[in-house]
């Protein structure tokens, strides 16, 4: 290996234990469940680590592992211009609960979900009494340990993630000769063999062919048997008492996986032998292993036949256990240490266990715990997203069960959208990579469902998605499932990229093409309301609120709902800015302009509220954990300060909203009280996420959503869209820059004002931010300009702009109503002071 790459990696090594001292959440006792064990993952395998000394746990993921087939993509889905003007003419006619039912037949049925891949139990043959026990993820370096004494013999467990090497390593140590005496097997919730094999552990499996969430009596409730043939025969009997269809049960569908373990003995001392189907290793007191998990997914649109590719043993081999870790270190550290954050906190709270700061926090601010629960999340995008492999779903990469809360969904109405929030303002652009990827495929799979269900040009896709890219609605259980502006919605992170990029290529070969499909359907879906005199979505939702007509029944269905009329004016306006930036389609942008200026304007509701329908109707829930209509707000640049009616109206929304909701919930309002500059409520919000979820004093908990021991968001159940808002929303609050300027310290809230530094957090313009202050007012900032973009910079107090290099003053701030602005033109590479 290079020596300086190797002099490089062992200087990051030791300023990562010097200076990332804070970033380690860490136990007195091991997990008891999913909950609490501790995620590691490379992208692509994931594990959730018990921490045990008796019977450490890995649960096992692979991001690839579904059940189902494209084979089985339920398709016969359509919106008859008959039925459509059905559904229209009952809405013109205020008879919304009856337009709500006349779309059933526009529902298909239940994507297949995320699958476990198995355990990897490894259990001490040694009794006694544990002691001095501790588990921990330092997620400065990504490193799960466990610690504990037996015997007067202290063990050492080592668990790593490694991308560069696409293998899990796992490494136990004793400070006694020979004082390991472990077993070592898999398992799964699916049919497995295992073996051994060329001196491996190795285990094949095979997943469901079809797994159904809904149950029966759900299905035929419905009237809907005839969409599942998988479990209904031809006169609407039962196949089978169960769900879970394996083998023979589904043709044999279904796709295959396997796992193999490497041993490892360091200074090739010890032993091991089969027993069973477990590998017993003794005589050691140092081993470790080298663990890579494969599926046979062969793409979105295929079936997943291909051979199973377990390479990734034989080439980590190659490397030291020091080596192996130093590779990982390093490529995880490039990503990770982009962006330091400090807000200091006691020594007293930082001596506690996280659990225990958890459960404190309520009564007093611990701003370290923040700053680490946002770090937390970056980890987690590291983790659990990395180029090549598949976008996070609604559990992120790990998922412990069959039949999974929402199928492990790619949940595209808010969740999906959510979890990579972060990934440019947190200065981790290449982990949206595989999102984008999803919305290449679902854009392949949204092109045929256009034309088969709507008869329409362009590509759409609706509620919700998985692995097979499925792109038609979910079924009737939910009304939610009929929302088509997911690929309205996804137009907005591929416009990002390049805000924050300057990724010229990126916007023509890959952005521009996706966004014109999504706009050429919507275009084509707008229709021209007479009464209102303007263009509508003829049939639309609020996600996934309802509300009361003025007949008193609850509906969901009516024309332009807020958000429905948000997303298109965002994806027109962006495509077409596009379009003439690139020299392209001058006549199809000119058709997305004029329709923009016909389009239903936002508007204020009785309460002073913005409107979550173009009536102002009663809200079914006045509390729904969904706030759909603040769309404009955040993730949106449509409601600013410059719009100041339509800013005190999103105000008076969220208000009215309430405070206390689900974990991904909260993590919304957290992006939008800081876009409202106020980091008090968006604190508030704060406070409640760190909810203790299923531990500690139950005195100390509340209701409704917050955090589980592990620091995953609770929905409750587990959701890590959460983390991500939250992550996303704690940079809002220091730095924003969407609205033609970049606004240091926006919604810096009381708790943190005594003193912090926050850098590397990105801006739009491809600008690089960091930032010091003290009792609430900025002591220095720094901006690198990577792209040589002009720079216009907004503060709440005076400042001044000195070139980097020179100390040379070059702009001094003005006052502009109650803020300070300058605006400076900027060379690539380009550092500039602001004090």
Known sequence: MNKVFIITVLAIVMSCRQEHETMIIWYDSAAANRDEALPIGNGRSGALVYGSADHELLHLNENTLYSGDPSIVYKDVKVTKESLDAVRALIKKGDYAAATEATKPWYGRLHQPYQPFGNLHIRDKREGEITAYRRELNISNATVQTVYARNGITYRREVFASHPDNVIIIRITSDRKNGIDITVGFDSPHPHTVISKDGNLVMHGKAPGYVERRTFEQIEEKNDKHKYPELYDAKGQRRFDHRILYGDEINNLGMAFESQLHTVFESNKGESEMIGDSLHIFNTDDVYFILALSTGYNGYDKTPDAPIDMSAINNAIRYSYNNLKMRHEYDYRTLFDRVKLNLPSTPEQHALPTDRRIENFAEKSDPELAALLFQFGRYLMISGSRQGGQPLNLQGIWNTEVIPPWNSAYT??????????????????????????????????????????????????????????????????????????????????????????????????????????????????????????????????????????ENGKRAAISAAPTMDIAIIKELFTNTADIAAMIGTDAQFAAELRDKLKQLPPYRIGSRGELQEWLHDFKEADPHHRHISHLYGLYPGNQITPETPELYHAAATSLNLRGDEATGWSMGWKINCWARLHDGNHAYKIIRNLFNPVGFGDKSKRRNGGGLYRNMFDAHPPFQIDGNFGYTAGVAEMLLQSHAGYIELLPALPNEWQQQGNVSGLKARGNFEVSLEWSNGAIKQAQIISHGGNPCRIRAATPFKVMAGSTSTQIARSAPVNNYHEASFDTVKGGVFIIR
């Not at 981790?428 to 999102?435: M, W």
């Not at 045929?448 to 609605?473: C, D, F, K, Q």
Request: glycine share 4%.
């Open 412 to 549: 595209q109405n808010i969740n999906a959208q959510m979890n990579y929030w972060p990934s440019e303002p947190t200065n981790l652009t290449e982990c949206h990579e595989p999102l984008f990827r999803l919305i290449r495929e679902l854009t392949a799979s949204g092109r045929e469902t256009s034309r088969s269900m709507y008869n329409l040009n362009g590509a759409v896709a609706h509620h919700n998605t998985s692995i097979w890219r499925e792109s038609v609605p979910n079924d009737y259980v939910s009304t939610a499932s009929f929302w088509n502006m997911a690929l309205g919605w996804y137009g907005r992170h591929l416009w990002e990229h390049y805000l924050f990029t300057d990724d010229e290529q990126f916007l023509r070969n890959e952005a521009y093409p996706l966004m014109k499909e999504a706009a050429t359907f919507l275009n084509e879906w707008l229709v021209y309301d007479d009464d209102e005199q303007c263009y509508v979505t003829p049939a639309g939702l609020s996600p996934e609120n309802a509300f009361i007509a």
